[in-house]
């Protein structure tokens, strides 16, 4: 079993910073990927971020791409998002999760376990 724990979830004002931060223990970390979702109210669930096992792939949705970090601490069993310059369209639920695959993937089917999410919202 994976336990994943979200953190580093507000409110902001737009154009502010929030780092959110994603804590698993369970099962050994560094060799899946990890990804972070997000839901808004009346929206399904999207994709935001994910890398690879070592870090060594990265992918972003476009709404997020140049405004939004997603980096690993292996030796931390942390996942990290920083979010940079933020808008009220990014205020949502957001979710950490950990793939059953260690290479970076978009698709959500392809992670087993997901954390309880944290809220961010962004007032304009």
């Known amino acids: 079993q994976v336990q994943l724990v979200e953190s580093g979830g507000g409110l902001v004002q737009a154009g502010g910073s929030l780092r959110l931060s994603c804590a698993a223990s369970?099962?050994?970390?560094?060799?899946?990927?990890m990804g972070w979702f997000r839901q808004a109210p009346g929206k399904e669930r999207e994709f935001v971020a994910t890398?690879?096992?070592?870090?060594?792939?990265?992918y972003y949705a476009d709404s997020v791409k140049g405004r939004f970090t997603i980096s690993r601490d292996n030796a931390k069993n942390t996942v990290y998002l920083q979010m940079n310059s933020l808008k009220p369209e990014d205020t949502a639920v957001y979710y950490c999760?950990?793939?059953?695959?260690?290479?970076?993937?978009?698709?959500?089917?392809?992670?087993?376990?997901w954390g309880q999410g944290t809220q961010v919202t962004v007032s304009s």
């Open positions: 999760a950990a793939a059953r695959v260690s290479y970076a993937s978009r698709w959500f089917k392809e992670y087993g376990y």
């Open positions: 369970g099962r050994t970390f560094s060799s899946y990927a």
């Open positions: 890398i690879s096992w070592n870090g060594g792939t990265i």
